[in-house]
């Protein structure tokens, strides 16, 4: 799907460029006919700046179509979940993998709103890596209140997996004894009409994998403004289009998949070896059906956050898809965030037609504000917990971080620091770990 997006403006940018080279092949027309390669100096740069001026205009197309499509798509598919008269008469079970790691102040009330759930067939599969962790007095608790609900707990992991989330769950997986295995992280809510939603749309016999797009809840503090604003409209502007062009994107926050595909793709414990799992096994599960994105975005329920502990998580992951996606996230990634595009794209409209590059900036940048505040309206679904002023200011500082954190993670992109261990991660993905302190008692998150 993705080169069908790319070939037209492929075409366009050739028909440019031979238009560009006649009208620049005047000399000795009469000589030899390899004149036209005998270029000096100017004639070079000629070329170089016309192939640069017009990868911005084709840049600047593709993220205007991803934008529009995104907008557009999130009006029509967002919060417009199935129900259970999508499912039928036969309810699939659910095997729902918890994995955990210590203690936060929100963990009891997202781990209830699972206990909470009223499906009629479903499992908790809580995993921790040893039998000391403060969380499993919390599982007790919440089991107490709710002794009908189907609990196991999976302790000490696979200690022969690198990945320290999958080293936890692995043993679950194995373990669990529905189809429908849906994997959600300690910070995530979840409600009825998520899982009917995620369970019926992965009912239909093409589709192999349903996965909810990362948001987060309200919380206080301009940390957390910022947070929403890159999940709920940076993040937002190519997650939704490219999932509507039928892309693979896909993060492992909260997603639900057929487990005996899986299983044909050599299992989870098999995916350990990389740190971003959830990349890896998406692209296998890919492969053996249609992946559809659920209507009701995945509210991260993390409190309060600072801009610099905002800034870690972002570097942390964009380290990551470099050594993934080294062409794409080290050329393309920082080219499509808004101001460096917008300069790049000015200056080529002026090169190509004389228009001024500073009306083209702010034109730019006040409609991409415009755009990502309507997105992020249809993400929240309600009031924002912030005026537009608010807005205004989280989303000037997201942009100029976007830079910030592209640089901090390009000066030392093989190593990156999850919880207490230090990972070196080679290009491809696979991962070793370095170094290791000793264990803290707090959640930390990839």
Same mark, same amino acid.
């Given at each position: 799907?993705?080169?069908?997006?790319?070939?037209?403006?492929?075409?366009?940018?050739?028909?440019?460029?031979?238009?560009?080279?006649?009208?620049?092949?005047?000399?000795?027309?009469?000589?030899?006919?390899?004149?036209?390669?005998?270029?000096?100096?100017?004639?070079?740069?000629?070329?170089?700046?016309?192939?640069?001026?017009?990868?911005?205009?084709?840049?600047?197309?593709?993220?205007?179509?991803?934008?529009?499509?995104?907008?557009?798509?999130?009006?029509?598919?967002?919060?417009?979940?199935?129900?259970?008269?999508?499912?039928?008469?036969?309810?699939?079970?659910?095997?729902?993998?918890?994995?955990?790691?210590?203690?936060?102040?929100?963990?009891?009330?997202?781990?209830?709103?699972?206990?909470?759930?009223?499906?009629?067939?479903?499992?908790?599969?809580?995993?921790?890596?040893?039998?000391?962790?403060?969380?499993?007095?919390?599982?007790?608790?919440?089991?107490?209140?709710?002794?009908?609900?189907?609990?196991?707990?999976?302790?000490?992991?696979?200690?022969?997996?690198?990945?320290?989330?999958?080293?936890?769950?692995?043993?679950?997986?194995?373990?669990?004894?529905?189809?429908?295995?849906?994997?959600?992280?300690?910070?995530?809510?979840?409600?009825?009409?998520?899982?009917?939603?995620?369970?019926?749309?992965?009912?239909?016999?093409?589709?192999?994998?349903?996965?909810?797009?990362?948001?987060?809840?309200?919380?206080?503090?301009?940390?957390?403004?910022?947070?929403?604003?890159?999940?709920?409209?940076?993040?937002?502007?190519?997650?939704?289009?490219?999932?509507?062009?039928?892309?693979?994107?896909?993060?492992?926050?909260?997603?639900?998949?057929?487990?005996?595909?899986?299983?044909?793709?050599?299992?989870?414990?098999?995916?350990?070896?990389?740190?971003?799992?959830?990349?890896?096994?998406?692209?296998?599960?890919?492969?053996?059906?249609?992946?559809?994105?659920?209507?009701?975005?995945?509210?991260?329920?993390?409190?309060? %956050?600072?801009?610099?502990?905002? %800034?870690?998580?972002?570097?942390?992951? %964009?380290?990551?898809?470099?050594?993934?996606?080294?062409?794409?996230?080290?050329?393309?990634?920082?080219?499509?965030?808004?101001?460096?595009?917008?300069?790049?794209?000015?200056?080529?409209?002026?090169?190509?037609?004389?228009?001024?590059?500073?009306?083209?900036?702010?034109?730019?940048?006040?409609?991409?504000?415009?755009?990502?505040?309507?997105?992020?309206?249809?993400?929240?679904?309600?009031?924002?917990?912030?005026?537009?002023?608010?807005?205004?200011?989280?989303?000037?500082?997201?942009?100029?971080?976007?830079?910030?954190?592209?640089?901090?993670?390009?000066?030392?992109?093989?190593?990156?620091?999850?919880?207490?261990?230090?990972?070196?991660?080679?290009?491809?993905?696979?991962?070793?770990?370095?170094?290791?302190?000793?264990?803290?008692?707090?959640?930390?998150?990839?």
């Amino acid at each position: 799907m993705a080169s069908k997006c790319v070939v037209p403006f492929c075409w366009i940018l050739l028909f440019c460029f031979s238009s560009f080279s006649t009208s620049h092949y005047t000399r000795d027309v009469t000589g030899s006919p390899f004149t036209m390669w005998d270029l000096d100096t100017k004639d070079t740069l000629s070329y170089v700046t016309f192939v640069v001026a017009s990868a911005a205009l084709l840049i600047y197309a593709m993220m205007s179509t991803f934008i529009v499509t995104t907008v557009i798509a999130g009006k029509m598919f967002l919060h417009r979940p199935s129900g259970r008269a999508e499912l039928g008469d036969v309810v699939p079970g659910v095997s729902i993998i918890k994995p955990l790691m210590g203690v936060d102040p929100l963990l009891e009330y997202n781990l209830e709103s699972h206990f909470k759930l009223t499906y009629p067939k479903f499992e908790l599969l809580f995993c921790f890596h040893d039998d000391q962790d403060l969380a499993i007095p919390v599982v007790y608790k919440l089991h107490e209140q709710y002794p009908h609900v189907d609990v196991k707990l999976f302790i000490g992991g696979n200690r022969t997996i690198v990945n320290p989330m999958v080293q936890n769950m692995a043993p679950a997986y194995d373990g669990a004894q529905y189809e429908y295995v849906w994997i959600s992280s300690s910070r995530v809510e979840a409600s009825d009409e998520i899982i009917y939603d995620l369970a019926s749309k992965l009912q239909k016999s093409n589709v192999s994998l349903v996965h909810q797009i990362p948001f987060t809840t309200d919380s206080p503090g301009f940390g957390s403004f910022v947070e929403k604003v890159y999940f709920g409209a940076a993040m937002t502007r190519f997650y939704v289009s490219f999932n509507v062009l039928g892309l693979c994107c896909v993060t492992g926050m909260s997603y639900m998949f057929k487990k005996p595909l899986l299983d044909q793709a050599n299992g989870l414990a098999w995916y350990g070896r990389y740190l971003a799992e959830d990349f890896f096994l998406t692209r296998a599960l890919h492969e053996r059906g249609h992946m559809v994105m659920s209507a009701i975005p995945a509210k991260q329920n993390v409190g309060q %956050v600072t801009v610099c502990g905002f %800034v870690g998580r972002m570097v942390r992951w %964009v380290r990551l898809r470099l050594n993934m996606m080294p062409a794409v996230t080290g050329i393309l990634e920082p080219l499509s965030d808004c101001f460096p595009l917008g300069v790049w794209t000015g200056w080529s409209l002026y090169y190509f037609f004389s228009i001024n590059p500073v009306l083209f900036f702010c034109g730019h940048v006040v409609s991409w504000l415009i755009l990502d505040y309507i997105q992020l309206k249809t993400m929240q679904n309600g009031p924002l917990p912030f005026s537009k002023l608010q807005y205004v200011l989280a989303w000037i500082v997201r942009e100029l971080t976007g830079t910030y954190v592209y640089i901090l993670a390009v000066i030392n992109p093989h190593y990156i620091k999850w919880g207490r261990r230090t990972y070196r991660v080679k290009t491809g993905g696979l991962a070793d770990i370095v170094k290791e302190t000793e264990p803290k008692k707090s959640l930390q998150h990839l």
